[in-house]
């Protein structure tokens, strides 16, 4: 579609920045290269995790982009004095994709104990660097990258605020709504929140009768092992069904599920983030040997829903103090916070135990 006729469309140019974006991430889940460019500079680049050798015929003698957060592991030599720590290039490190994933991946460190020596150079666009460590953590894909400097034409191509414009929560709006019984609530209203490049469909559960006082609300972050498959690892099937019972004997609430499995990292990621806890890492540092963040979850989803629920006043159900500060960022203003208190089990112990010492959790 040229210029002229997206414009008389009604296409605007973030919706274009976002889809330009979309595919990009597409193309970095399917082994493909992609350019991004930021305001300092343009970078090729192909996930390691995703690619193939024959794809590294166009990338030859390719460097390799870890985030700062890997690069810290690996005790690189320049890594950032700055929180968090800037993507670092590794020169000549991208020879093939085993190599490169001996490097990337934390779980074979083990088998390759001894890595380096690494020479350091500029990434070549901190910019687009960073946004591509955001698109690989949306991707559910390690933050690892095979990189060259943006050389002749390329098929799929984005900007760092086109990565911006796709992950705005001002893109969600609602898609659908439905009565839904449930063991807590046979009144209950389920609401599904959608943006238009986005898989990852968000929903509110409704329970109670709006009666002009604030609701009670959680924040319930989407776990498939603990929520369905009933893990004994973490709090979050217990959270999840105690949130609604609390909601159902209180006036009205409301459950915000966000689809940000393991804390925004994605299921694949989480579950290496188990195996490396099976090796004695808590749940932070097993997050950062990945190469991710201790926190990477959007806490704006959950007030552009509040918002487009129109509940600006809220109760909110959480041991997480971070999240209070988070949702009175988005403008939400939270009158009180429940604490939510489980028993552990020998299971969960260490996991509840970090969350109280290393995240700020109240329990």
Not at 125 to 131: K, L
Request: aromatic share 4%.
């Amino acid at each position: 579609m040229s210029e002229a006729a997206s414009n008389a469309s009604g296409d605007s140019s973030g919706d274009r920045g976002a889809r330009r974006a979309a595919r990009a991430i597409d193309a970095l889940r399917r082994g493909w290269p992609f350019r991004i460019a930021g305001s300092d500079g343009a970078l090729d680049l192909l996930a390691v995790e995703s690619a193939r050798d024959v794809a590294l015929r166009d990338f030859a003698s390719a460097d390799m982009l870890l985030s700062g957060e890997r690069a810290v592991t690996l005790k690189l030599t320049n890594q950032r004095v700055a929180a968090p720590p800037g993507p670092v290039r590794l020169a000549g490190a991208g020879g093939s994709v085993a190599a490169a994933l001996a490097i990337a991946d934390p779980a074979l460190d083990l088998a390759n104990p001894l890595k380096g020596p690494f020479r350091t150079v500029a990434t070549g666009g901190e910019a687009a660097a960073a946004a591509a460590m955001t698109m690989a953590r949306h991707a559910g894909l390690l933050p690892a990258f095979f990189v060259r400097d943006a050389a002749g034409d390329a098929e799929t191509l984005c900007t760092d605020g086109d990565v911006a414009t796709l992950l705005d929560p001002a893109r969600l709006e609602v898609a659908a709504r439905a009565r839904l019984p449930v063991e807590a609530s046979e009144s209950a209203e389920i609401v599904a929140f959608r943006s238009p490049e986005e898989a990852s469909d968000h929903v509110a559960l409704v329970i109670g009768k709006r009666d002009g006082n604030p609701p009670v609300v959680r924040l319930h972050s989407e776990c498939l092992t603990g929520d369905v498959l009933g893990s004994l690892k973490c709090d979050c099937g217990p959270q999840l069904h105690a949130a609604l019972h609390a909601m159902a004997d209180a006036p009205w609430g409301v459950l915000l599920y966000l689809r940000q499995e393991g804390r925004g990292i994605g299921l694949v990621n989480k579950l290496r983030a188990y195996a490396l806890q099976d090796q004695g890492y808590d749940t932070v540092d097993a997050n950062l040997r990945l190469g991710f963040p201790v926190e990477a979850r959007d806490f704006a989803i959950a007030g552009r829903m509040l918002d487009l629920l129109n509940i600006p006043r809220i109760r909110l159900m959480t041991n997480n103090p971070e999240k209070v500060a988070r949702l009175a960022k988005e403008g939400v203003e939270v009158v009180e916070r429940i604490p939510l208190a489980l028993p552990t089990n020998k299971y969960n112990e260490q996991y509840l135990a970090t969350k109280r010492d290393r995240t700020g959790h109240q329990l």
